[in-house]
């Protein structure tokens, strides 16, 4: 038998569920109000916020809140150029900065004494060449930065979103999906999957896939809408854990990799792969501020900013590094953790925990080892585990004690035999 030197080792603590790297920041840390309603990106890498509040900036280490005219609730804005356009409460126009650095609001409706009606709230802005289109519930207002030229549509119906794929503008309406054509309105479908009528849903994003478009609904649903007019359900791949009947998307992205992100009203966040495949549901217990997401931003370093109902989070999910959470106390606190022959082993106060590496499966306990783990040494291919009731050998999620070992803090081999192999590597002896 194998013999091994006990040592004290010092641990390390680590929480126990594999999530990338997330910063959340309360109304306290950015001295606004609780809701983000939209985010933007500068050229100059600043972050901003539609809040509730004002304009809120964050330039990677300080918040800064522009107030609006009135301190009226902002609910859209977009960054073009050295402007960001937004969209508020019976008003539209654009923050700039001034001589002095500070962003000032200009009105384009005030200064050009168009008529913004009673409670009117401009909910999205579209960007494409020189126009931005500034959507409220009822009409576009579209304006040629260039030319300073204004247009008006008024469909006559409720707008409930709209969008630009490949510089064509589309809207929801109450009667189905519609694009623009010459500033008219042009039926695409009237399916009853996609009317924002009652007990119906409601899209809330739109997405080039080759020739069709991808539709996603505020039920959770992919359509694919070929260039016949025929709608094709796109099924996803669910996790048998999770009930989608109840979930509710707000807000809908497309990642640079091809992935998803779907925001939710008091589901948190769902990424999904390319495939339609979920990968991950990160809520409040998961380390997000708030269940409840309204807003999505990839910014240039591939970070995904949420707009929360209250507050903020920040998801660096493309970083190389894996944080482990255990907010409600399942596995108990962590003191070792090792990958040994595609398993992940966790031990914690409360005894082995293990799962394949990478898969979706929750940790399950090893029999037999309930109880304080101290340490985790892989030697010779072989893991061993340094248990408060002795040493055990494990694999493949089982684990066999070592007879005659008591409490056990840690594993090494003996100097003494790697100094002799060493000399008989040196001199043959």
């Not at 091994?4 to 126990?16: K, M, N």
């Not at 409930?160 to 503008?169: A, L, R, T």
């Amino acid at each position: 038998m194998k013999k091994f030197i006990l040592i004290f080792f010092i641990c390390f603590t680590l929480q126990s569920q594999l999530l990338p790297p997330i910063q959340s920041y309360s109304p306290e840390d950015y001295k606004g109000a609780n809701q983000n309603w939209d985010i933007t990106q500068s050229l100059d890498n600043d972050i901003f916020f539609a809040n509730s509040d004002g304009l809120l900036k964050y330039n990677g280490s300080q918040w800064t809140v522009f107030p609006s005219p009135g301190g009226v609730i902002v609910r859209s804005i977009k960054s073009v150029k050295n402007r960001v356009y937004a969209g508020l409460y019976e008003n539209f126009g654009y923050w700039e900065k001034n001589n002095q650095g500070v962003y000032e609001f200009y009105s384009l409706s005030d200064d050009n004494k168009i008529v913004v009606e009673n409670d009117e709230e401009f909910w999205n802005i579209l960007h494409y060449d020189n126009w931005l289109i500034f959507q409220s519930l009822s009409r576009l207002i579209m304006y040629n930065e260039s030319s300073k030229i204004f247009k008006v549509l008024n469909p006559n119906q409720d707008i409930f979103n709209s969008f630009i794929v490949d510089k064509q503008v589309y809207l929801t309406l109450s009667s189905g999906l519609y694009t623009l054509d010459e500033g008219k309105e042009v039926l695409l479908s009237n399916d009853s999957r996609l009317r924002n009528r009652s007990q119906s849903p409601h899209i809330v994003n739109i997405f080039k896939d080759n020739r069709n478009l991808l539709i996603i609904t505020d039920k959770m649903e992919f359509f694919k809408l070929l260039p016949t007019g025929k709608l094709e359900a796109w099924d996803l791949k669910y996790n048998d854990d999770f009930d989608y009947t109840s979930v509710n998307v707000y807000d809908a992205k497309r990642l640079k990799d091809g992935g998803f992100a779907l925001a939710t009203v008091g589901k948190g966040l769902i990424l999904l792969n390319s495939n339609g495949e979920v990968i991950n549901i990160i809520n409040k217990s998961k380390g997000i501020g708030n269940n409840t997401v309204l807003s999505l931003f990839e910014d240039f370093d591939n970070n995904l900013w949420l707009g929360l109902d209250n507050g903020i989070s920040l998801i660096n999910s493309k970083s190389a590094f894996k944080i482990f959470n255990d907010n409600d106390g399942r596995l108990g606190t962590v003191y070792a953790s090792k990958l040994h022959n595609k398993y992940l082993y966790v031990g914690t106060n409360q005894g082995l925990f293990f799962k394949r590496y990478q898969s979706k499966n929750d940790f399950k306990l090893i029999p037999n080892t309930i109880g304080q783990v101290w340490n985790l040494t892989e030697i010779n291919g072989d893991l061993f585990c340094g248990h408060n009731e002795g040493s055990f050998l494990i694999n493949e999620g089982k684990a066999v004690k070592i007879p005659e070992t008591a409490g056990t803090w840690s594993f090494k081999k003996p100097f003494r035999i790697i100094r002799i192999n060493f000399r008989r590597n040196l001199f043959g002896i």
